[in-house]
C-alpha cells in the first residue's frame, strides 16, 4: 500500500476526527471545507482533542505536535496530489453525487475514493465516477478517536483489491474493520437508527421525558448513552437524512422519520453542535440538562 498524502473533505463533527486519526497514525492529511472558518474551528478542535490526550498521558508533546504538524487546512485542494480520498460533507445525496464526479476528474487513476456516509447507497456514489472498482464505504464511528470500528461498505462493483486496501488502512489507523454489503443504512444504521426514532416517538407520545427514556436504555439495557443524548451526538439532521434514506429506498413505513425529529431540525436545535437538542450544553456541555421538548 503506498499512500502517504490522505484528503479528507468536510471537516465537521466526523471529518476532523478522521484527519486528527489519519494524522496521528503518520499520513500526510489534507484537510477540506468551504470557509477558513470552519477550517480554524476543525484545527481548534484538533488541537483541543490532541491536548488532551497530551493531559491524560496518553501520547507525548512532542507525537501531538508532529500530527499537528502533518495537517494542512484549505479551501482549495490540489485533488491530483491525493493518494486516498474519504468524502465526509453532510449527508446530502445531490452535494455527494457531484463531489464524486469531481473527485473522478481531478484525482490521479488509481486512487480510492472512500465514502463516509451513514446510508447514501456506495453503488450510486460510484456510479458518478469512471472508477466504481476503486469506490468504497469506510463509515467511521463518532466520535472518531475513540470508537474502534470502520464498517467497511463494498458497493455492487468495489473490487477485492479495493476492499483489501481500505481493510489495511483502516487497520494501520488503529481501527477494527468490518465489511458489510452495500443496502440502505448498511448495518449500523439499519439497526441503531429505527431505534433511535422510536426514542423520539416515545417522547412526542408522552410515554416518558428524556431522562427516563435514556435512563431505561442505559440503566436496563446496559447502553452507555441513552439514545435522545446518543442522537444529540450523532447531529439530529444527520438522523433525520438517515431516517430518510431508510423510509425512501427501503419503501417501508416503519422507517417514517419522527415528527418531532424533523420539528427538531426545523427549529435549529441540532443536538451538541448547535448547543441545543433534547438536551441543553450551554452551560456545561459535559453535564447537559434535558430539556422539556413537545
Ligand atoms: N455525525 C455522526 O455521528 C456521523 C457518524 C458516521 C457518519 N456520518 C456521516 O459523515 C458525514 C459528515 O457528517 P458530519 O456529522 O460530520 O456532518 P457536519 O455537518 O458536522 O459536517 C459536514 C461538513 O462538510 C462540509 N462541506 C459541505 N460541503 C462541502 C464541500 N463541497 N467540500 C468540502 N466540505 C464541505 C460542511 O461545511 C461541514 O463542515 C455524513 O455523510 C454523515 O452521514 C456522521
Redesign the pocket.
Known sequence: MDIQKFYV???????NGIVQVAAQTGFDVTA????QD?LDKAKAMIGKNLGRMVKKEKISQEDADAALNRITFTTEPDFGQADFVVE????NPD??DK?FKKLDEECKEGVILA??????SITRLAANTNRADKVIGM????PVPMMKLVEVINGLKTSDETYKVVDELAKKMGKIPILVNDYPGFVSNRILMPMINEAVYALMEGVAEVEAIDGVMKLGMAHPMGPLRLAD???L??CL??MEVLFTDLADTKYRPCPLLKKMVASGDLGN?TGKGFYDYTEDPKNPVARTVR
Open positions: 473533505l468536510g471537516t465537521g463533527t466526523m471529518g477540506v471545507d468551504i470557509n470552519l465526509a460533507v453532510s449527508e452535494l455527494k463531489i465514502s463516509n456516509t451513514s446510508t447514501i463509515h467511521f464511528m463518532n451526538l450523532i447531529g439532521d444527520v437524512a438517515i453542535k
